[in-house]
């Protein structure tokens, strides 16, 4: 039976509250109902609903705590509300050039497992892509004696132009087909609801759920690795473009017919910034060595190496260049530049603060705030668990609409 419209509109007002409170017991850690309401400026009775409807999904719980109080010796107890961690199990994966990293955590977003399954091809097509991210949860959940289908979720993040509203990936270096609709392909080889996203903007929702964009409500995640990796995350929310094609500031450009980029462009950011690209920029200019790996330009810049040390200054102009272009742009509270293994500090020197400084249209107030994470190497793994929660999340308080009904 169609729904009338009014109380269609009822239903998704009730089920935006549900997700605010959900997500404000998220960013407080444990809060009390009176708290909520006066946080998010809504009435203690629309609060009392939305936390009964999300008690009876298991999505959060009560604790009681003992009031602190001078005059009685004990206090009343006080009732707060906190995340019910233990409620789902969610698997979050990065596929990378040469291995798959998944990490499982729980609604809380604590680690439970993680399990690095590698990889034979770095471009697998669609079905082999598919298949072998299956064997690599199936290893995981192994692990801690579950199946599969303990998992309320999956959240994949692959480099590349994702449309994550659809699970359609436009362009990926892990694929050799361009224009994949994944979403046939996940439902027949996984039995949990499965969503695709780009790897940055996955790490710019772990900064805003777990890290350093905790409670702000605009800021910027640059990630730098093989490639360079925006998340913008404007009013609250990550801003992805009408395509799902936005915020690719690796390929913004910074020099006219400038270096050759791995998008077949000229003078894209990454060009300079990206580790293949100082990889080859060192042995360019070393060609007696060849310089290997990215950790090896650094140590040999810290020894006094001329021409590491140049190939690191260049790197991090252009990228004081990009980031002062971003500034102008977005205006933002905090530009977090996130990182899992590689040495970021070429990119946040004195020198690279001066050229920002630089770039930036002139004003009497501070620059935003700078702040470097460094991950470790599950960053990746744990950005797409972020986003597996966010998504179960939502598709728990639907269900909850759908009994109600
Ligand atoms: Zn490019």
């Not at 993680?114 to 299956?134: C, E, N, Q, W």
């Not at 289908?149 to 659809?166: K, M, N």
């Not at 772990?206 to 995640?221: I, P, R």
């Not at 920002?356 to 744990?382: C, F, Q, Y």
Request: proline share 2%; with cysteine.
């Amino acid at each position: 039976m169609l729904k009338s419209k009014a109380s269609q509109n009822a239903a998704d007002q009730r089920n935006i509250t549900r997700l605010r409170v959900l997500e404000h017991i998220r960013t407080r850690g444990s809060i009390s109902r009176i708290d909520i309401a006066s946080a998010l400026q809504t009435s203690p009775a629309t609060v009392t609903a939305a936390t009964a409807d999300l008690i009876s999904a298991g999505l959060i719980k009560e604790i009681q705590t003992e009031q602190q109080s001078k005059s009685a010796k004990r206090g009343r107890p006080r009732v707060l509300l906190q995340l019910n961690g233990g409620s789902y199990l969610v698997a979050g994966l990065k596929v990378a050039r040469h291995v798959i990293s998944v990490i499982l955590v729980d609604f809380e977003g604590n680690e439970v497992t993680s399990y690095k399954h590698p990889l034979d091809d770095a471009r697998m097509t669609p079905t082999a892509f598919v298949g072998t991210i299956r064997e690599a949860m199936d290893q995981a959940c192994a692990q801690i004696d579950e199946t599969i289908d303990t998992l309320s979720g999956v959240s994949i993040g692959i480099a590349g132009l994702v449309d994550a509203e659809r699970n359609f990936v436009h362009w990926s270096s892990s694929l050799t087909e361009r224009n994949v609709d994944f979403s046939q392909f996940l439902e027949s080889e996984l039995p949990c609801p499965a969503f695709i996203e780009n790897d940055a903007n996955l790490v710019a929702k772990a900064e805003q759920l777990f890290g350093l964009g905790k409670g702000l409500k605009n800021f910027l995640v640059v990630t730098i690795e093989h490639g360079v990796g925006l998340g913008i995350v404007l009013d609250g929310k990550l801003y992805r473009g009408e395509r799902g094609c936005g915020a690719e500031f690796g390929h913004t450009k910074v020099q006219l017919d400038g270096a050759l980029c791995q998008c077949g462009q000229r003078g894209c950011l990454e060009a300079y910034v990206g580790d293949y690209a100082l990889i080859r920029e060192a042995t360019v200019a070393d060609q007696s060595t060849g310089t290997e790996t990215v950790t090896e330009i650094h140590k040999n810049a810290r020894s006094g190496d001329e021409r590491a040390k140049s190939v690191l200054a260049r790197a991090g102009q252009m990228f004081g260049l990009g980031i002062s272009n971003l500034i102008n742009l977005f205006d933002p509270e905090r530009i977090i530049l996130s990182g899992a293994q590689m040495d970021l500090e070429h990119l946040y020197s004195e020198e690279v603060m001066t050229r920002i400084r630089s770039g930036v249209v002139n004003v009497d107030t501070p620059l935003p705030e700078i702040k470097v994470h460094h991950w470790g190497d599950l960053m990746w793994a744990k950005g797409a668990a972020a986003y597996g929660i966010e998504q179960v999340s939502i598709l728990k308080v639907k269900e909850l609409a759908t009994h109600a009904s």
